[in-house]
């Protein structure tokens, strides 16, 4: 395939940014921090054709950090790594300014959903021209699937079924009996100007986080509630701190508001039901924002996110390109061997929730 891509960014600093990823998640393999996927953030400037590093070299966390959506991407689109993406893009303003996102392996939705929700923050605030965020990537889903075992690809399946037909049934709370401290939480967080959201473990364990996204765009109260009850097993020592063994995440969300972020979080994290909860007294608080992305709607998100891989369009807020040629895999295939030497590889399989 041809990529129109290497018009605007040259062939040799996407080859060499994506190489180094991969060098970069074999390197975590062998310390036996995750699996083998690498990623970097940075800002190439066409007109001044000059590259500069944001994020520096970032591999998968979740073995490290107990969250099965720790990817390489996510840990290159920290709170942190943000700011001082933001902070270069304001004090270096230019049209000819591409971010480039580069990937040892395919983003999965989870992925996606964060490089949608961050293009669009540097977009809405006029930091970057729509269609300069570029994701190139190094191993298929189906490259990762056969080399490395993990199958990512069931996660976009899921989203292609179209919303809310996947294996996370979304309930409307406001029909349902629910929990009364949940209730009583969510009015009194929407007193507050808060949202938030509440993980219930299957034993009755709840776990309460609120939107910060003062600190990220990404800082959804889900995504953190899903965080943290994570980390809480991790702390606990169990072996499989990112499953929650079929949770139900409560939301003060609309039904028909479950966005991207949202659904693939729970996905990788093995949630049961989400359960929205929204009241019509909730309307007079102008601050409790449930878009996850500053330009596009919730239902868009999900449907762009389930067609991301083969977007290319100069008009995409994310364009996504494949460059397999001179890419040599070398984490993947040192994860194989790792895999082959193990009897049981439960614990470093990570892979959310089953396919249905």
């Not at 480039?100 to 959903?113: D, L, P």
């Not at 499953?243 to 969300?253: F, G, P």
Request: glycine residues 8%; negative net charge.
């Amino acid at each position: 395939m041809s990529h129109n891509i290497f018009k605007e960014v040259p062939h040799n600093l996407l080859a060499s940014l994506l190489n180094k990823t991969d060098e970069f998640a074999f390197g975590n393999v062998i310390a036996g921090r995750g699996g083998p996927f690498g990623a970097s953030v940075g800002v190439y400037n066409k007109r001044e054709d000059r590259y500069q590093d944001i994020s520096g070299l970032q591999a998968n966390a979740v073995l490290a950090k107990g969250i099965g959506s720790a990817h390489a991407e996510s840990e290159a689109l920290s709170s942190e790594i943000i700011e001082r993406l933001e902070k270069f893009l304001s004090n270096n303003k230019s049209d000819e300014n591409y971010v480039i996102m580069s990937s040892s392996g395919e983003s999965c939705v989870a992925c996606f959903s964060k490089e949608e929700i961050v293009s669009q923050y540097l977009v809405g605030k006029g930091l970057l021209s729509r269609g300069r965020f570029i994701v190139t990537y190094g191993a298929t889903y189906e490259d990762t699937a056969t080399i490395a075992k993990f199958n990512d690809l069931k996660y976009l399946e899921e989203f292609q079924k179209g919303y809310g037909q996947g294996s996370i049934p979304i309930v409307d709370g406001t029909k349902i009996e629910i929990n009364d401290d949940v209730k009583r939480n969510f009015s009194l967080s929407a007193s507050h100007g808060r949202r938030s959201a509440i993980v219930s473990m299957p034993n009755m364990i709840q776990h309460e986080q609120t939107d910060c996204r003062a600190i990220s765009p990404l800082e959804l109260a889900e995504a953190r509630a899903l965080r943290s009850a994570c980390e809480a097993q991790k702390e606990r020592g169990i072996d499989t701190p990112w499953n929650l063994r079929e949770a139900l995440l409560y939301t003060m969300l609309p039904p028909s508001q479950v966005g991207s972020l949202v659904m693939s979080e729970a996905l990788w994290c093995n949630i049961g039901k989400i359960i929205t909860y929204w009241q019509s007294d909730f309307d007079q608080y102008e601050e409790l924002i449930f878009q996850e992305g500053a330009l596009v709607s919730n239902d868009q998100s999900y449907t762009d996110c389930a067609h991301r891989p083969y977007d290319t369009s100069e008009e995409s807020l994310v364009r996504t390109f494949h460059l397999p040629n001179g890419f040599k895999n070398l984490a993947q295939h040192a994860w194989r061997e790792k895999l082959n030497a193990m009897s049981d590889t439960s614990s470093v399989l990570y892979n959310g929730k089953p396919a249905p």
